[in-house]
């Protein structure tokens, strides 16, 4: 017979043994909504992480400062009459502005006639509204040679209508305007094209001893001393172009006629283009091509163009790995893109690679624009696309696709080698497309070298013929993205 008071000891013990069980049961529960939560937490921190790292590397850029004091090119022989030649004005102003420490270098209202103009340290070149600088297409004009680049290759060549060689605090501001004059009767028909002046018989820049004999030197790695061109070359002058600069401003100014590139940010640091209107429909008239440089802020600006709005580069093929720098923390923010051959495009000279792009609350709409978001290159470049990053952006029209990689890109000559690209880590976030044209997605990579993470999360294309054209493109996600008016789903790994 068991006694009453065994029989409260075995139900005490059992009560205590229940409450242990319940509190392990709570403890682990309470581990799992912790580990859940911070797995939450992981992940949205991940998805947000491109967008602090783009706050932080706006935060990196400070606007140059320039000393109290001003020269005005009419106190140093400027006449704003159109057709006066002003050279010798531009370039006495900005060395007495030099002389005394730096300052602003004004251009008052009126219209003035110059060939080159030479940046230099501390200097801020700036036209009060009403002021247009008048660009000689007189390419003697562009003399002495200077260093600069030519679709990726580096050379000496006609000096850019604006130039800044390894300077530091440089800026062109203001209301005014920077005309290049160029146009089908001078610069623009030696790109070789019937529709942009070139007749049969001319000479052009894709002659043997011209373009092809410049890229057979970057491929070769002839030294820059002895890729002097210039005359009887054909190859036209990059408008404004900052070379081996750091802490440059580009803000306010119209920019229009333009012989090539237009804002060519080279091997630069810390470069703002801030509210700068680009109308320009020329050859090869990139609206902006950062070229090896890093820390670059384009923002509040318009472009209106013959080719790319913003085209990010890093060097051409064997020169751009022997060079070996890649263009990096570029952010595109607030800017309108209309016509052009593509909204932020990256490449195809891109060989040394391109790291972390944020595009940001910009519109895209045109019915001569032909794609929103574009990366191209191709077995010759070689490279890596590493980080390309795009939210709030509107887009109402454009031709052929919405998001263009392609890793066959190809112009010019043959454009397959042994240097396959990589292409990876793709994300749109909330984007709406009015008319997407061809396709939403058009994608192609190499079996060997897929294109490798593509998010769409909050994309709703309204209209487009074809959702997708993939090829080799490993873990495509689709969240919450919508086109004509389906809701999508992420394809399964054998499809993408």
């Known amino acids: ?42 992940i949205a921190s991940s998805e947000k992480s491109p967008w602090d790292a783009m706050n932080a590397v706006i935060e990196s850029v400070s606007v140059p400062k320039f000393p109290d004091a001003t020269f005005n090119i009419m106190d140093f022989g400027a006449n704003p009459d159109g057709t006066t030649f002003n050279t010798e004005a531009f370039k006495t102003t900005i060395a007495a502005c030099v002389e005394k420490g730096g300052g602003i270098v004004l251009v008052p209202e009126g219209n003035y006639l110059t ?22 297409t007189n390419p003697k004009d562009y003399y002495p040679l200077v260093p600069t ?9 006609y000096s850019p209508l604006i130039y800044a060689s390894k300077k ?40 043997s001893l011209n373009l092809p004999r410049l890229m057979e030197m970057g491929q070769n790695g002839t030294p820059l001393e002895k890729r002097v061109f210039g005359d009887s070359h054909y190859l036209r002058p990059n408008f404004i172009e900052f070379y081996e600069c750091k802490n440059v401003l580009l803000e306010g100014i119209k920019i229009t006629n333009a012989p090539f590139w237009i804002i060519h940010p080279f091997k630069s640091n810390n470069v703002i283009v801030d509210g700068v209107t680009v109308e320009s429909h020329g050859p090869n008239n990139d609206g902006c091509d950062p070229e090896y440089s890093k820390n670059v802020i384009i923002k509040n600006c318009t472009f209106n163009t013959g080719d790319d709005c913003i085209a990010i580069k890093a060097g051409r093929d064997a020169e751009g790995r022997r060079v070996g720098i890649k263009s990096e923390n570029i952010v ?22 391109v790291h972390n792009v944020y595009v940001d609350n910009c519109t895209m709409d045109s019915p001569n624009l032909d794609r929103a978001i574009r990366l191209k290159t191709n ?63 058009l994608a192609k990579g190499y079996k060997e070298s897929p294109i490798t993470n593509v998010t769409l999360r ?30 999508m789903q992420s394809p399964a790994k054998e499809e993408n």
């Open 1 to 42: 017979m068991v006694s009453i008071f065994s029989f409260q000891n075995e139900k005490k013990a059992l009560n205590l043994f229940s409450s242990f069980i319940l509190m392990v049961i709570m403890l682990i529960a309470f581990s799992s909504c912790k580990e859940s939560k911070k797995e939450d937490e992981t």
């Open 115 to 136: 060939g080159a103009i030479h940046l230099d340290n501390n200097v801020n070149l700036h036209l009060e509204e009403g002021a247009e600088i008048l660009f000689s």
């Open 149 to 157: 680049s030519y679709e990726g290759v580096e050379l000496i060549n």
């Open 168 to 207: 530091n605090n440089v800026a062109v501001t203001g209301k005014g305007t920077l005309n290049g004059q160029a146009s089908n009767d001078n610069w623009w028909k030696w790109c070789g094209k019937e529709e942009y002046g070139w007749k049969k018989g001319m000479p052009q820049q894709k002659d």
């Open 332 to 353: 595109v923010q607030n800017c309108k893109m209309l016509d052009g051959h593509g909204g932020v495009v990256i490449g195809s000279e891109m060989s040394a690679g």
């Open 379 to 441: 077995s010759r470049r070689g490279g890596t696309i590493d980080g390309v990053y795009v939210r709030n952006v509107k887009i109402g029209q454009v031709k052929e696709a919405v998001l263009k990689l392609n890793m066959f890109y190809a112009t010019y000559t043959n454009q397959t080698g042994e240097f396959i690209p990589e292409i990876k880590n793709i994300w749109l976030e909330n984007i709406t497309v009015k008319n997407g044209g061809e396709f939403g997605i």
């Open 458 to 487: 909050n994309v709703n294309i309204e209209k487009v013929e074809n959702a997708f054209s993939l090829e080799n493109v490993s873990n495509l996600k689709l969240i919450d993205t919508y086109i004509n008016g389906a809701l």
